[in-house]
């Protein structure tokens, strides 16, 4: 049978990747919490740290409750979507980031669209982290925008 065409979504999500497993994924913990809360918002991504390092990119996230961590994806994947991110944020002019969602067919990647301010914002917590070796003691109003603005794209599953 044919699946009629999906509604067109707005730009807020740009793309979605396919589900990656579990396995795929690895997660250090910030050592108070037993797990992340979803969705994730990418950061930056982080040198290698020597182990296995050429199948894996680090990654430094802000996860909803507005904690930081470090997890590690596999690096085709994120290599992938990174690109993406940066050609459709040349072409359109607009700063946008990605978001790492997880539901019970696994994980996927998102792209948000995001304001200069809500840029700077995410790019200076990750300034403090490489400072410091540690998150910001409390997550500023700006990025606590994008995390919501993350849970609400995340919440509602394409189609």
Known sequence: GHSKPPPVKTLRVLDRLPYYSERDMEFSMPI???EHSYPLVVLKGLPPDGKNSNDVQRLLVLDSDGDLAIIKMPFKLIVQAEKRLEEWAQKNDIPACTVVARN????????????QLQRRALDTMARQFEETGSGA???????????????EVCAS???
């Open 137 to 151: 003691q409390n997550v500023s109003a700006t990025a606590r925008k994008v995390l919501v603005k993350a849970g």
């Open 157 to 159: 599953p394409p189609e």
């Open 32 to 34: 108070y919490k037993a």
């Open 104 to 115: 019970s067919k696994g994980f996927n990647i998102n792209f948000l669209m995001i304001s």
